[in-house]
């Protein structure tokens, strides 16, 4: 068995939504799903879509000690670049909003099994998105996840790695200090005694 959490966000809202995948049968059932408003104070984009691979990381791990599954692959998705690039660095490399998050998420999760996922492909888009009780009632999306999610690893979307602009990153300022010492070599002793 497998457990596959999506994440998006968007300016309304951001979430996470869970499937549980069986590695035979390739079949796939949706488990729960959690939603939040985005915050009143504003915040970037690739901030609100690291909101949401918040909620799939501890959604991840809720999931886990609930199944009390200890040998389950646990796979996250998102469709953010730049959120996956944080997950994937070094908490140290990024500002404190980013380093706090990142910490959680690579406590609760594996980094190495964030994945990304094409927007279109993402079934949290209809939690970050909003839609109606009868888009959701007839979404195949939403109730079995991504199509390929029904299908062998290899047909899966190969991840990316995309450079992303130093501008966006959430890089914390490193300050560099320079401090120059002049020592001088002290005289002969018997000299000093002879001068004064």
Known sequence: MEIHVFADSSTKAYGAVAYIRHKRTFEVQIVLSKTRVAPVKKLTLPRLEFLGALIAARTASYLKSLLRISACDIYC???SSIALNWIKGSAIRWKQFVANRVREIQTLTDPGKWKFCEGRENPADLLSR???AQKLLNSEIGWSGARWLSQPKYLWPATVERKIPEEITELKGVKTVVQNI????PGNPFRCLLNK
């Open 130 to 132: 909003g839609c109606s």
């Open 77 to 79: 998705w998102t469709d």
């Open 182 to 185: 002049t020592a001088q070599k």
